[in-house]
C-alpha cells in the first residue's frame, strides 16, 4: 500500500492491510516498509474475543500507534489514546478538566489521561475545606495542577491549590511509591469498614487477603467513576 505521511508517533491515526493473523496478534501493513503489530491485547472496546471476529485478511483497518521502538517496529491499538498520554503526565504539569465524582474524601477529575486523577479534600483550597461539595460540583470545570503520579497502579493525585514554590522530585514508575494521597484517602475510607482487627494482629495469609480487599475495593471506586464519565 501506499506509504504513510502520518508521522508514526504515539497516538497518531493510521490505515493499513491485514496480511497476517496469528495467535497473538495481527500483522498489518501500514505502508512504512515494516509490518505494524495489532496485539489481541487491543482490540478496543470489543466484546468478541477472536481477532476473525473483528479484523480479517487482506482487510483494510483504521488504528492508532500505541508503541514506537527505535528499530522501526509499531505496535497498533484500535482503542483511541487518551488526549493525555500517560508518559507526558509529569509532576507539576497543569491541565484543565471536569468533576465527575464526589466522595467525603476528595472529588474525582477527567482532565483527558486514561483514568481520572484525584483531588483530595487537603488540596482543593488553601484554607480548611470541611467538604468537598462545598468548594466543587459534578461537571464543574477546575484548573488542576500534578502533585504526584504512581505508575502502580496507574493514578494521579491533582491539587486545585496555587502552585508553590516547591523541590521537584522525578518519578519513577518502575518502583514501588509511599501511598499516594489517594492511596491514603481510599485507606481511610476503607478502614471504617474493616472489622478484622489491626493488621499487625492478625497471620500472614490473614494480612495478604486484608490487602487483596483493600485493592479491590479501591479498584472498584475507579472503575465506578470510569463507567460514570463515559455514561455522562
Not at 12 to 34: N, P, S
Not at 125 to 134: C, N, R, T
Amino acid at each position: 500500500m501506499a506509504e504513510q505521511t502520518v508521522a508514526l508517533t504515539v497516538g497518531a491515526e493510521v490505515t493499513g492491510r491485514v496480511r497476517h493473523l496469528g495467535l497473538y496478534g495481527a500483522l498489518v501493513d501500514i505502508g512504512t516498509g515494516q509490518d505494524a503489530l495489532l496485539h489481541i491485547s487491543q482490540l478496543g472496546e470489543k466484546e468478541a474475543r477472536k481477532f476473525e471476529e473483528v479484523v480479517q485478511p487482506a482487510s483494510e483497518i483504521t488504528a492508532y500507534v500505541y508503541k514506537t521502538r527505535k528499530d522501526g517496529h509499531v505496535a497498533l491499538s484500535l482503542d483511541k489514546p487518551p488526549a493525555v498520554p500517560w508518559q507526558t503526565i509529569k509532576r507539576g504539569n497543569t491541565y484543565t478538566g471536569r468533576v465527575i465524582r464526589i466522595e467525603d474524601f476528595g472529588v474525582f477529575v477527567d482532565f483527558g489521561a486514561e483514568r481520572p486523577g484525584m483531588v483530595h479534600v487537603s488540596e482543593m483550597a488553601d484554607g480548611f475545606v470541611k467538604s468537598p461539595g462545598d468548594v466543587a460540583s459534578v461537571g464543574q470545570e477546575v484548573e488542576v495542577r500534578v502533585i504526584k503520579k504512581n505508575g502502580r497502579p496507574r493514578q494521579v493525585d491533582l491539587s486545585m491549590k496555587a502552585a508553590v514554590v516547591e523541590m521537584i522530585v522525578a518519578d519513577d514508575d518502575d518502583e514501588e511509591d509511599l501511598p499516594t494521597a489517594m492511596a491514603q484517602a481510599f485507606q481511610r475510607a476503607m478502614r471504617s469498614d474493616d472489622a478484622e482487627g489491626p493488621a499487625e494482629s492478625r497471620p500472614e495469609a490473614s494480612r495478604s487477603n486484608h490487602r487483596e480487599k483493600q485493592r479491590e475495593k479501591q479498584e472498584a471506586i475507579l472503575q465506578r467513576t470510569l463507567r460514570g464519565a463515559q455514561e455522562a
